[in-house]
């Protein structure tokens, strides 16, 4: 037996849990008539792009979209979902959007919603959520008549730490703080009942496995996989200045969610990242228990 410790061969099951791979004609099954509601950054942003090739085998829409995302046409457009970003640190704090008003909105753009299990919100990010986050979501889902529905809290990620040149690292004490902010998080989404991933104790052991960007807090990207990469680029140029996103995906400032845009189906992108895979993978076994 080899005595090397190569992360790229360790399957992750936490202390006590297991969490089965749902096969995907089972999961296609299990996403039948439920939407699914993303708000966060951009890791965030990368469980839901893994779910959607999960659940599609393919990913013909992407985009490193910032604003309100929705999309249609996912599991033969049995199954809807949207996406918010945030926060938005790089505007101005009297325009930059609460929290309150980014869940809002993306409620909004959601609707109909129905307020049980067939509605999931998954809500997180790499270092901003905390506690008072969790408390804002139970009012606005009572407010908005949806108490009932499936809260998937991503608890916070080990990123931003490494000394490397041109970004901004933790020190020790930093890290051990972050630590008990991400326990007092998972206690407090615990007792409202919702379900929570810890990525923090999946990105703390491997922080070596970055998909270095300019945020140093990915373990995903997504790679383009057709051949006619000329023919596409020339499409994401243009949509990037039309303010769209792709076939079934319109962005919050350009049209109405029922339009798309035909892009060539021969375009394809590939969510790659093994620890961004665990986490989607024990998202998607929340989301179906059963199977």
């Known amino acids: 037996m080899s005595r090397t410790c190569d992360w790229r061969d360790v399957a992750w099951q936490p202390r006590g849990c297991f969490h089965p791979v749902v096969e995907r004609q089972l999961l296609q099954d299990c996403l039948a008539d439920r939407k699914l509601l993303f708000l966060g950054d951009s890791t965030n942003r990368g469980m839901m792009f893994f779910l959607m090739e999960r659940v599609n085998s393919s990913l013909e829409d992407w985009g490193k979209a910032h604003d309100t995302l929705v999309y249609r046409n996912l599991n033969a457009q049995r199954t809807g979902v949207s ?20 869940l809002l909105q993306l409620i909004s753009r959601s609707r109909p919603l129905l307020n049980s299990y067939q509605t999931v919100l998954v809500v997180g990010g790499v270092q901003w959520l905390n506690t008072n986050h969790l408390r804002t979501v139970k009012e606005v889902l009572h407010s908005e008549a949806l108490a009932e529905i499936l809260v998937v809290v991503k608890a916070l990620g080990m990123g931003f730490h490494l000394p490397v040149d041109g970004i901004r690292s933790l020190g020790l004490a930093e890290i051990q703080e972050l630590n008990a902010e991400n326990l007092r998080i998972i206690q407090a989404a615990e007792q409202e009942g919702y379900e929570v991933i810890d990525t923090f104790s999946i990105t703390m052991g491997r922080y070596k496995e970055f998909l270095q960007g300019r945020c140093a807090c990915h373990f995903h990207e997504v790679k383009f996989t057709s051949f006619q990469r000329s023919n596409r680029t020339t499409s994401i140029n243009t949509r990037t200045r039309t303010k769209r ?47």
């Open 83 to 102: 996406y918010s970003y945030y926060p938005q640190f790089w505007l101005e704090k009297p325009r930059r959007p609460s929290f309150r008003q980014a």
């Open 245 to 291: 996103t792709g076939t079934g995906l319109i962005s919050q400032s350009s049209k109405s969610d029922t339009e798309q845009e035909a892009w060539p189906k021969s375009s394809s992108y590939h969510v790659r990242g093994a620890v961004n895979q665990v986490y989607s993978e024990i998202l998607l076994s929340r989301l179906c228990p059963k199977i």
